[in-house]
């Protein structure tokens, strides 16, 4: 799934190109107004990322090793946002004028490639869409963002976690939508670990995901005791790991998320005597 959406509240005058071949992203534009113009490109679209494409008069851009000069750069969010912690808005205001158009993706894998682009700056009637696959146009309001859901929400699949025959869901906040968190998980017997099965499902934890492509790497911290694995590879939307508590009791939280994005779902849980 493919969607590339125009801001219907614009009316600036940049006319620009978009191309897209494989995980290969390349934007260029032109803004007659105040004279600036570039390009850069992403050689490789990672799954579940963020990237702006954003205004930055006589930058230096590196593509494919070699380094040109350009008033419009790509960032990516996600490893900014890892470094700093910042908001993304935050995060733009700082390393940028503003940004012209964003990308948000889901799963990159094989044929599967679920991204959305959103032009702010610019109106579709001066882009040049070059895509090597099926695409759909429409458009959004910049006015109404503050009170619609991100792409992320979307795009971005969810973890839910279980611990022998219970099972919790729970967002990037900790906010509970499945399970019951104030009841103690107890330690099996002649056990010293708990052992959790992590699950993939489709945006908002609505459909499970079993397919050959959700094999990604989830990143798992716990605020106490020791993980077996803090990088669990998931096959076919599944994985396992332990978590020695070492006599601990008490309040647990366990975070779950992928690299350059480490909590997507936080889950507190409470381990019994």
């Not at 851009?61 to 900014?80: A, C, E, G, P, Q």
């Not at 992320?152 to 973890?159: F, G, P």
């Amino acid at each position: 799934m493919i969607k590339i959406l125009f801001n219907e509240d614009s009316d600036a005058t940049v006319a620009g190109k978009i191309v897209l071949n494989g995980t290969f992203f390349s934007a260029e534009v032109h803004d007659p107004t105040f004279g600036y113009s570039g390009m850069d490109i992403i050689e490789e679209l990672g799954s579940y990322h963020s990237y702006v494409f954003c205004r930055k008069p006589n930058s230096k851009v590196k593509s494919f090793r070699t380094i040109h000069r350009s008033d419009y750069k790509f960032l990516s969010m996600n490893r900014i946002g890892t470094a700093i912690r910042m908001d993304y808005t935050d995060m733009i205001q700082l390393y940028t004028e503003a940004d012209v158009l964003q990308i948000d993706t889901g799963i990159i894998s094989g044929g599967e490639r679920d991204l959305i682009i959103r032009v702010f700056e610019g109106r579709a009637e001066n882009f040049e869409i070059e895509m090597d696959g099926a695409y759909e146009v429409g458009t959004f309001s910049s006015e109404s963002l503050p009170m619609l859901q991100h792409p992320r929400m979307m795009l971005w699949d969810s973890y839910s976690l279980s611990c022998g025959d219970v099972t919790f869901q729970a967002d990037r906040k900790g906010m509970v939508l499945l399970g019951d968190p104030s009841v103690p998980i107890i330690l099996p017997k002649r056990k010293d670990y708990f052992e959790f099965t992590i699950e993939k499902y489709k945006g908002s934890f609505e459909t499970p995901l079993a397919r050959d492509i959700d094999n990604e790497e989830v990143f798992v911290d716990s605020s106490c005791g020791l993980v077996n694995s803090r990088r669990v590879r998931l096959v076919n939307g599944k994985g396992t790991f332990r978590l020695y508590p070492f006599g601990h009791t008490g309040e647990c939280k366990i975070k779950l998320g992928r690299k350059w994005y480490e909590v997507w779902n936080e889950y507190n849980l409470r381990i019994g005597e």
